[in-house]
């Protein structure tokens, strides 16, 4: 049977494609579980010491890959780190500082959304697959010519 | 004759490098001891005739050619632009009664398939100063904001140096 | 911003134009900066071809981080900065490559310079400017790259000595011999050049 498409007929339609949709989305996401991450707060410097002795220089696996990106600063150190769960289908929240907090949502089969929150204003939001191995860095500059960075990874 | 660490302390007197009790110390020694003298105006000599060395100085190739290669490097090197806006423009051009469900068909294709691994960065509230630098080889994205603003850069106290 | 506007705008303004994409800014800055840029490149590596790839290179990666750039220095300088140290990673690969002379490694421990006679004549003295810059130009190109190194970022760059052992991955002690090294040697190349020359005037029967 051939469809014929007429103005009256696309809600109708829109119905049935919407349950497609929403369908195969939940599709997606049934295949997904609880996501473990891990973030770090870095601050980049071209000191050779942090003035907050309870910053500690990163470590090594993590310089490698800042030094292998297209940053300019000598020195790196971790600021805070929190590992976290974001629950399959849900979002969490991490407050990395006073001003910095990122909403980290599971989209799927890796996928997360991830919100940069500065002051309390949402800054930048993204997607991108995270499966083990791949890593996002949120950076930008800091007052002296320092900078921050925000390294987040998956731990399973 | 001056011992050589006397005499890279001369050096390091003419360079400006010594505390003000050594340099004091130094001009002192120089009053007195002519060895020390002509040493210190052999140095000067030197960084005289160095200054203005470069100036003048000029690349070989014309100001068009030169740019064009940078340029063509640039364009080569830059990450490959988010896949979202070829699909949201694809959508929407889809969005005819004849075509609808094809577009919404196409959407829960790509809603089933975006959990591969290596999707390229899509940002939906994008920072308009903002670039992206993906390193393939290393798995990585960086995403370079424009927070804080200048202005708040320049205004923040300097112990509070991580926003 | 015009094209016309970038030619008469400053390079803070160009800047803040080139961070937020606009390429004929950034051409803009390359078109003023490029002679010097170069110039640094050339004055490391001693060779005109590798010096125009290198400050190639170092104009692309200063648009890949232009955004980090925050006005801590003027751009031409941040710039100059990034060129040396691609020309430092360069010239530490030749050295990985090359096999060192006997000449070179008695250099490097030192201890010719300590003996060497303090030269009393300014053998810049009455040179004109491109006459200068020539003899300077052979007298550089006789220091192994370390002295020479130094003598660049301390003279052209007014680097300080901690900054120089940093950039240069060496104590300051060193810095500080390679430095008087270069200039000792230097000093003694240029009355050597001035010395040829008056020898030559002498058999040719003077002026």
């Known amino acids: 049977m051939r469809l014929k498409l007429t103005s009256a007929a696309i809600p109708g339609w829109f119905g049935v494609a919407l349950s497609l949709l929403l369908l195969a989305g939940g599709h997606a996401y049934a295949q997904a579980s ?6 770090q707060l870095i601050w980049g410097t071209n000191d050779k010491q942090s003035p907050d002795p309870k910053h ?16 300019k600063w000598a020195s790196y150190f971790e600021v805070k780190r929190i590992s976290f769960t974001v629950p399959k289908g849900g979002m969490t929240s991490v407050a990395l500082s006073e001003k910095c907090k990122l909403d980290v949502r599971s989209l799927g089969k890796s996928k997360i959304e991830v919100t940069h929150f500065g002051k309390g204003q949402e800054v930048w939001k993204g997607t991108q697959a995270l499966p083990k191995g791949e890593t996002l860095v949120l950076g930008g500059n800091a007052p002296n010519a320092t900078s921050w960075l925000v390294v987040l990874k998956r731990v399973e | 004759m001056m011992d050589y660490d006397r005499q890279l302390k001369l050096q390091a007197y003419l360079d400006g490098e010594l505390s003000e009790a050594e340099a ?31 100036v003048g100085i000029e690349l070989p190739e014309s100001r068009e050619f030169f740019w064009s ?38 959407a829960a294709l790509v809603v089933t398939k975006s959990g591969s691994e290596g999707t390229p960065l899509e940002a939906s ?25 200048e202005n708040e850069l320049a205004d923040s106290e300097p112990s509070s140096k991580v926003p | ?52 790839d290198l400050s190639q290179e170092a104009w692309v990666k200063g648009w890949q981080r232009l955004k980090q750039f925050q ?60 006459e200068l ?31 120089i052992a940093k950039t240069m991955s060496c104590s300051i002690g060193t810095v500080m011999s390679r430095l008087f090294y270069a200039r000792r040697k230097l000093a003694a190349l240029l009355a050597d050049l001035k010395r040829g020359t008056g020898d030559e005037r002498a058999a040719s029967g003077g002026e």
Not at chain 2, 127 to 147: C, H, I
Not at chain 3, 144 to 161: G, P
């Open chain 1, 34 to 39: 609880d996501l473990k991450l891990e973030v």
């Open chain 2, 24 to 54: 004091r110390e130094m001009g002192n020694w120089l009053a007195r001891d002519r060895e020390a003298v002509a040493l210190h105006t052999e140095l000067r000599n030197t960084r005289q005739a160095l200054t203005g060395f470069e």
């Open chain 3, 1 to 52: 911003m015009t094209e016309k506007d970038h030619s008469s705008a400053d390079d803070r303004a160009l800047v803040r134009a080139a961070q937020q994409g606009d390429m004929r800014a950034f051409e803009e800055l390359v078109a003023r900066h490029r002679d010097k840029i170069y110039a640094r490149a050339y004055s490391m590596m001693r060779n005109e071809e590798e010096a125009i």
């Open chain 3, 71 to 130: 006005g801590e220095s003027s751009f031409s300088t941040w710039l100059t900065r990034i060129v040396i140290n691609l020309c430092l990673d360069q010239l530490r690969k030749h050295k990985r490559q090359r096999t060192e002379s006997i000449e070179a490694m008695n250099e490097e421990t030192g201890g010719v310079e300590r003996q060497m006679p303090v030269v009393t004549v300014n053998p810049t003295a009455g040179l004109e400017r491109a």
């Open chain 2, 125 to 149: 509230l994008a920072d308009p100063g903002a670039f992206t630098y993906r390193d393939d080889s290393a798995r990585t994205t960086l995403v370079w904001l424009s927070y804080p603003a």
């Open chain 2, 69 to 106: 290669k940078i340029e063509r490097e640039i364009e080569r090197q830059a990450p490959p632009e988010p896949a979202r806006h070829s699909w949201l423009a694809g959508w929407r051009r889809l969005l005819v009664p004849a075509g609808a469900i094809a577009a919404l068909a196409l």
């Open chain 1, 56 to 71: 500690k220089p990163v470590a090594p696996e993590v310089l490698n890959k800042l030094k292998e990106l297209p940053l």
């Open chain 3, 133 to 163: 810059r020539r003899r300077i130009d052979q007298a550089l190109g006789q220091l192994s790259y370390e002295h020479r190194t130094v003598l660049i970022l301390h003279e052209f760059e007014e680097m300080e000595y901690k900054t």
